[in-house]
T-cell receptor, first 115, second 114 residues
Framework: AQSVTQLDSHVSVSEGTPVLLRCNYSSSYSPSLFWYVQHPNKGLQLLLKYTSAATLVKGINGFEAEFKKSETSFHLTKPSAHMSDAAEYFCVVRRARAAGNKLTFGGGTRVLVKP | NAGVTQTPKFQVLKTGQSMTLQCAQDMNHEYMSWYRQDPGMGLRLIHYSVGAGITDQGEVPNGYNVSRSTTEDFPLRLLSAAPSQTSVYFC?????????????FGAGSRLTVL
């Protein structure tokens, strides 16, 4: 079985300050890990993915995430928040070659960016 | 633009009514799936298909039916709607199940069951 825990349901940051979204996972197999972003009334868009290559993964819009196997974490960061980063973010785990492409989603973290 | 198209965007039903959420993709993706999104629970897989004529259940299949007669289309049917099916529904597709293929999501369909 696999599971994903996003440690904060809401994060509030000021524009220009760093953003940290925390994600812990459990998986019996070597997982693939993803971060998706969902802007209001929109579908989900991929930010970045980890697939057992480099542990530091760079994504779109200045986001990056570090895979730490020893801590079973995949935290998402951005050095300087922009107003357009206000959205909900989902950490997702997929077991390698899982039947049915069964992704397990975290509960989501809603990011508020203050001017 | 290529992508995943869902219709309708909004729908209100009464308990017991039936309806179909439509999903179409023009990327020749083998894999298609339906998720529901509920507050604090992320997305949960309802049904999926790995190709035309092949469907299987996901995590929360009860109350929903699917079919895959063509590669492009993957409709989701609610035969007798219940208030517990009030949710936002997302269709997603990807080329196949090899590697860590990224899902392409539709814009969502918001369903309210009264």
């Amino acid at each position: 079985a696999q599971s994903v825990t996003q440690l904060d349901s809401h994060v509030s940051v000021s524009e220009g300050t760093p953003v940290l979204l925390r994600c812990n996972y459990s998986s019996s197999y070597s997982p693939s890990l993803f971060w998706y972003v969902q802007h209001p009334n929109k579908g989900l868009q991929l930010l970045l993915k980890y697939t057992s290559a480099a542990t530091l993964v760079k994504g779109i819009n200045g986001f990056e995430a570090e895979f730490k196997k020893s801590e079973t974490s995949f935290h998402l960061t951005k050095p300087s928040a922009h107003m357009s980063d206000a959205a909900e973010y989902f950490c997702v785990v997929r077991r390698a070659r899982a039947a049915g492409n069964k992704l397990t989603f975290g509960g989501g973290t809603r990011v508020l960016v203050k001017p | 633009n290529a992508g995943v198209t869902q219709t309708p965007k909004f729908q209100v039903l009464k308990t017991g009514q039936s309806m179909t959420l439509q999903c179409a993709q023009d990327m020749n993706h083998e894999y298609m799936s339906w998720y529901r999104q509920d507050p604090g629970m992320g997305l949960r897989l309802i049904h999926y298909s790995v190709g035309a004529g092949i469907t299987d259940q996901g995590e929360v299949p009860n109350g929903y039916n699917v079919s895959r007669s063509t590669t492009e289309d993957f409709p989701l049917r609610l035969l007798s709607a219940a208030p517990s099916q009030t949710s936002v529904y997302f269709c997603a597709s990807t080329e196949n199940l090899s590697g860590a293929n990224v899902l392409t999501f539709g814009a969502g369909s918001r369903l309210t069951v009264l």
